[in-house]
């Protein structure tokens, strides 16, 4: 008997079994293969995107090293619009704000600018944790000290070695006269700053000086300052304290070399000639005084400060028309900025007026007075400057 062996194994059902066992696994791979080919631009673009995002943060941190603190601000603010995601952009911006508010009088500004920036991402609950501590120096840059502490303790109970938030409690602590407990934090600040090599080792030191100058231990806050500026030889801020301190001890010379070190950095720094006036003033120096306070008026015109100090300089040199002259300057600014009563440098009304009397000048004694006196009836002020009810003696006309 022969056996038909093809009747045994039909051949629709052998084909369908072995179609059927491989085709899932084609059809998965062709699917796999089809979304890589897809989805390989993106990856790409993706890739470069991310590489193009660090070179950018890169870039500005080393604007930031070389104290070129305006393209900095440009850089860092360029890539935290295009990623609010990332706090790296942020943190290096808002620090570049607050350091770039005390180079000159006009950028005063970009302190408030960064706390505004700091507290809009620190109310995103996905960012807060990441903010916190920039937070924190900028609630402090901002004279919001209590704020400021509160927020760097937080953030130091989650990460001990944050080195951000031991600066802004250092600092916090010391706007509020608790000098022992910001003297502790800034000396761990220094500490952790030199074993991990943070990035704000410059901003530890500086904070370590600020804290031993309040303490009245100017010497070692000179030794703190130099480090600082050991650190980071460009950032302009760090002369300006050092010549604080040095004033201090009376060492003009220092001083006044730290000015002349601003200048190189930045030849039109207005608040640096302003220092130089005050530093010729007190050694007596007229025509050098006369020269910086100048200088600083024209690069800074609608600074009252200048003005004040130009004036004051010219008053005490017996040159009253350029005294009466500069302070009314002085005290315009100051009105048509609307600057707070209580933080107006009355001299300027009182010197121009002692000025205007001596000249008999009484177009402007008289109204200068009389704003004088409305501002005192105004606001709780200490300076006086009284006439008799009826007004300066020399501006009283016969039979009046």
Request: aromatic share 10%; with cysteine.
């Amino acid at each position: 008997m022969r056996i038909n062996r093809r009747s045994t194994r039909p051949l629709f059902g052998s084909r369908n079994s072995h179609f059927g066992g491989c085709f899932p696994s084609l059809f998965i791979i062709s699917v796999i293969i089809g979304m890589l080919v897809m989805s390989r631009d993106w990856i790409v673009e993706w890739l470069l995107n991310a590489n193009v995002s660090q070179q950018s943060i890169e870039r500005a941190q080393a604007a930031f090293a070389r104290g070129d603190l305006g393209n900095t601000i440009k850089q860092a603010e360029e890539l935290w619009e295009a990623s609010p995601e990332d706090t790296e952009a942020l943190i290096l911006l808002a620090r570049a704000l607050v350091y770039n508010s005390y180079v000159d009088q006009q950028f005063e500004a970009d302190r408030r600018r960064a706390l505004q920036l700091t507290t809009a991402a620190y109310n995103q609950p996905l960012l807060r944790t990441r903010v916190q501590a920039i937070h924190a120096f900028a609630l402090q840059a901002n004279d919001r000290a209590g704020d400021a502490t509160r927020m760097a303790s937080a953030a130091t109970q989650r990460d001990y070695n944050n080195v951000t938030a031991r600066v802004a409690l250092a600092l916090g602590y010391a706007q509020q006269g608790l000098f022992d407990q910001g003297l502790r934090e800034a000396r761990t600040a220094v500490e952790l700053a030199d074993n991990t090599e943070s990035a704000w080792r410059m901003d530890a030191y500086r904070t370590l000086a600020i804290i031993l100058s309040d303490m009245g231990r100017y010497g070692e806050a000179i030794a703190a300052i130099n480090q600082a500026i050991a650190i980071h030889r460009r950032m302009i801020p760090l002369y300006f304290e050092r010549a604080l301190y040095a004033m201090q001890t009376s060492d003009t010379s220092s001083a006044t070399a730290a000015y002349f070190q601003i200048i190189a950095l930045s030849e039109n720094n207005a608040k640096a000639h302003l220092r130089l006036c005050e530093v010729s003033i007190r050694l007596r120096e007229r025509e050098a005084a006369i020269e910086y306070c100048t200088q600083a008026t024209e690069l800074a015109p609608a600074w009252s400060e200048g003005w004040y100090q130009l004036g004051r300089e010219y008053f005490l040199q017996g040159n009253l028309v350029q005294a009466r002259d500069s302070l009314k300057r002085c005290t315009s600014l100051q009105t048509l900025q609307n600057m707070p009563v209580e933080g107006r440098q009355f001299e300027c009304w009182y010197l121009q007026g002692q000025a205007a009397e001596a000249l008999g000048d009484c177009e402007t004694l008289v109204p200068l007075y009389n704003q004088f006196q409305a501002m005192a009836a105004s606001s709780n002020i200490e300076q006086t400057w009284t006439y008799p009810p009826e007004g300066p003696s020399i501006c009283i006309q016969p039979g009046s």
